[in-house]
């Protein structure tokens, strides 16, 4: 097995050589992207894998991939039906798996949405925050008890979480301009800081959790974010870092190259949106030194 692994590494690079054939590894969002990448390796790989869907039957395509890994791999690849932005439906899910009674040695949390319209979950919250942090801490906190002893809890986090801090007073944007990135900021923050609480709570049974920031990966999760505000985005993030005391490249040529790593060289002769980068700048300015977390 590789010691030293780059951005340019595998998942299957990653865990060549490991036989990870008796574990169980619960996943939320399993039926695309980083969750189904996640997935199709780790039961490649002998894992047993329990994938959290919101729709089973769309799901049985999509995740054709994994479940033919799981055959060769000798792995396997249970779905069961989660929508985080309800929840009634969370305590469905966490009640069945709590019946099956049946422990993990890894839960990630890796389902979520980013920059979306504004919008409330079925109980009324804001959907970025209700989904990608409200839902995960009540799934969680509810199966708690399946969380083998030694194991592990995986966030994943966003350097997003440097555009916004959590704002107790009206986190339903309820009294201020909804903004979606601010909002989608807003729920990395509260992820990662979940992930802090959680390893202190729960490390004297030797369980571990971690907020991971999964890098730049061409997914569909973006799908909602404009020209400009991609390349906001890209600006505040280098801006960010540098003011972390993070060595970054912050030419013109290193933001042309991360929009080609998103498959995004449509948009390079777009302008950029001085008022996105502006809000996201000015959001970041008004975080407190102790709710700014550092990179992941």
Not at 154 to 163: D, F
Request: positive net charge; glycine residues 8%.
């Amino acid at each position: 097995m590789t010691s030293k692994f780059n951005a340019k590494s595998t998942a299957d690079q990653v865990l060549s050589g490991v036989d990870l054939k008796g574990k169980r590894f619960l996943i939320t969002g399993v039926s695309s992207g980083i969750g189904l990448e996640t997935t199709r390796s780790l039961v490649a790989h002998g894992a047993s894998v329990v994938g959290t869907v919101r729709d089973l039957v769309k799901a049985e395509s999509s995740t054709a991939s994994a479940l033919n890994a799981a055959v060769q791999g000798g792995g396997s690849l249970e779905l069961i039906e989660l929508d985080l932005a309800s929840l009634q439906n969370v305590r469905s899910c966490a009640d069945k798996l709590l019946a099956i009674g049946q422990r993990f040695d890894v839960i990630i949390a890796n389902a979520g949405v980013m920059a979306t319209p504004f919008g409330r979950t079925a109980d009324g919250f804001e959907v970025q925050f209700g989904t990608n942090y409200l839902g995960h801490f009540a799934l969680i906190n509810r199966i708690e008890s399946l969380l083998a002893d030694n194991g592990r809890l995986i966030v994943l986090s966003s350097q997003a979480h440097r555009a916004a801090d959590i704002d107790l007073d009206d986190p339903n944007f309820e009294h201020q301009e909804y903004d979606p990135f601010v909002a989608y900021g807003r729920s990395k923050t509260a992820t990662s800081l979940f992930a802090v609480e959680f390893d202190k709570r729960h490390r004297n049974r030797g369980i571990r959790a971690a907020s991971v920031m999964p890098g730049n990966s061409p997914t569909d999760l973006p799908r909602h974010f404009s020209q400009e505000d991609m390349e906001g985005l890209f600006e505040n993030v280098a801006q960010a870092r540098a003011e972390a005391a993070f060595r970054q490249r912050s030419s013109k040529k290193f933001h042309r190259q991360r929009l080609r790593r998103f498959g995004l060289q449509s948009w390079l002769t777009k302008t950029k949106s001085a008022d996105v980068t502006l809000k996201i700048a000015q959001s970041h300015r008004l975080m407190t030194p102790q709710t700014r977390l550092p990179m992941a």
